[in-house]
């Protein structure tokens, strides 16, 4: 496949480079992040131990600190706000499919009668051309988006008649106009908008020629450490056949922020099918407001009702967990499919018409962009983050070497009080657990699997600890 002038190969060497960099240095990242403690809750019983009220302060910054968290998000909120009280701006992106045909049996020039061998010796071949280009209209959130869709359907349809000058001539009166009353600005590619495009053959891939079921373009991954990859409007490829092949081409959107498509419990809330997931939780904010649904006590907790039950199966959910609780509720969006007849026939190329479908694509947000001017595109916002998620990870480090600390702190001072007692024990305990990882151990561990506190049930028996979990868990593992 090609995308604008690249060649195929260099373009899919320099693609599988990113891809495996990009690869790389994410399998790398997430091994850092899962050795790093992120824990920062001191463990219970420390303030027992330390002189002072350290313990107490720590805990009210902790506690003003979920308060500040719930205060930014719900600012957060109220500057999405008017974007959630709008339409979605969209603008139009019109797609031109169109195919060619070369060396085909009835485009032959002929065969010798006086040769034996009637081969022509040239191999027929399709080349399918996908062309997109985003139209200019006149607006996006009025109610005269309709009419400018009707103009532009029977606009494409007059044009398909004329032939390949029909891209040129699509909106090239509104363009004129803008470029008189504002200074034009760049115009979005068509490469912009997705992040892949697989093309698919309606047929069995082992009747395929070159035996390939499909065709995919991905967008190169962009980092920090990657250049950004090139955009096109254009997307060519050629194969190999001599008859009419149907085929599907699919567009996965490339959207920020990226919308999802929501289960139907959670799109009976906020009445949409498909969202960002700061408008889903927007929506269920102003839905709790609506229904006056927030405790009285606690402004930040939720009381569900029986909707919201449905969707989080509980009674009482706190605010600040609405982004990780929505998770399960949404998922990806389907890719946008293109149907398409690939036509090698004489009778189709005498008059050749391109096929055109027109697409909603999302434009291009002023407030969004003003937002990230100051978040992510700003240094100083950046550097500051970097330094909080510094200190998070020393005190997350701190933390645990308190918990270390007070579990060793507990195993000194039980054996201090009785030292021949704690040792037996601890060495029978011992015991049971290297029979268990061994896989010798019978009913209960050993010989004290007939003691009484081996017969008494419940959460607070032995039962119930952890290291009864841990071991029935190497136990299934290992059968």
């Excluded at 008059?351 to 001017?373: C, G, M, N, Q, S």
Aim: with cysteine; net charge negative.
């Amino acid at each position: 496949m090609v995308g604008g002038n690249q060649q195929p190969s260099q373009m899919s060497q320099d693609q599988l480079k990113r891809d495996e960099e990009a690869r790389r240095s994410a399998r790398e990242a997430a091994a850092r992040r899962a050795r790093i403690p992120t824990d920062k809750n001191i463990p219970e019983g420390v303030e027992d131990l330390i002189i002072g009220d350290g313990v107490k302060q720590y805990k009210d910054m902790r506690e003003v600190e979920r308060r500040l968290d719930a205060v930014m998000m719900r600012k957060r909120l109220d500057l999405l706000e008017p974007r959630a009280q709008i339409h979605d701006r969209t603008r139009t992106l019109r797609i031109w499919i169109s195919n060619t045909a070369e060396n085909q049996p009835w485009q032959g020039r002929g065969l010798d009668e006086n040769a034996f061998d009637f081969n022509t010796g040239m191999e027929g071949t399709y080349k399918v051309k996908i062309e997109g280009r985003v139209l200019e209209d006149e607006s996006v959130d009025d109610d005269s988006d309709e009419d400018e869709d009707d103009k532009d359907d029977a606009n494409a349809s007059a044009d398909a008649e004329n032939g390949d000058g029909a891209m040129d001539q699509d909106g090239a009166a509104s363009a004129l106009k803008k470029a008189i009353t504002a200074p034009p600005k760049p115009r979005p590619k068509m490469s912009e908008f997705f992040k892949s495009i697989v093309i698919e053959y309606d047929r069995n891939k082992n009747l395929q020629p070159e035996n390939s079921g499909y065709i995919e373009w991905k967008k190169p991954a962009h980092t920090a450490i990657l250049p950004p990859p090139e955009v096109f409007d254009t997307v060519e490829f050629e194969r190999k056949s001599d008859e009419n092949i149907n085929c599907t081409i699919n567009c996965f959107r490339d959207e920020t922020p990226e919308r999802f498509a929501l289960s139907k419990d959670l799109a009976a809330v906020i009445g949409l099918e498909e969202a960002t997931r700061d408008r889903i939780v927007t929506g269920i904010w102003d839905y709790a407001r609506a229904m006056n649904l927030q405790q009285d006590e606690e402004k930040r907790n939720i009381q569900c009702d029986d909707r919201l039950r449905a969707v989080f199966h509980t009674d009482t959910i706190a605010f600040p967990q609405l982004t990780n609780l929505i998770l399960s509720h949404i998922s990806p969006l389907p890719p946008l499919k293109l149907p398409y007849t690939i036509r090698v026939d004489p009778d189709y190329h005498a008059h050749p018409l391109p096929t055109v479908y027109d697409i909603r694509v999302p434009a291009e947000d002023a407030l969004l962009t003003r937002t990230l001017a100051v978040t992510r595109h700003n240094s100083a916002y950046t550097a500051t983050l970097t330094q909080i998620a510094e200190l998070d990870k020393r005190l997350a480090l701190i933390v645990q070497a308190m918990n270390d600390s007070k579990a060793k702190h507990a195993f000194l001072s039980s054996m201090s009080k009785d030292p021949a007692t704690f040792i037996r024990r601890w060495v029978s305990s011992q015991k049971r657990d290297l029979e268990v990882i061994l896989g010798e151990a019978t009913r209960g561990g050993g010989e004290d699997g007939l003691g009484e506190e081996f017969r008494r049930g419940g959460r607070d028996g032995v039962w119930g600890t952890e290291n009864v979990r841990e071991s029935v868990g190497l136990m299934v593992a290992k059968r």
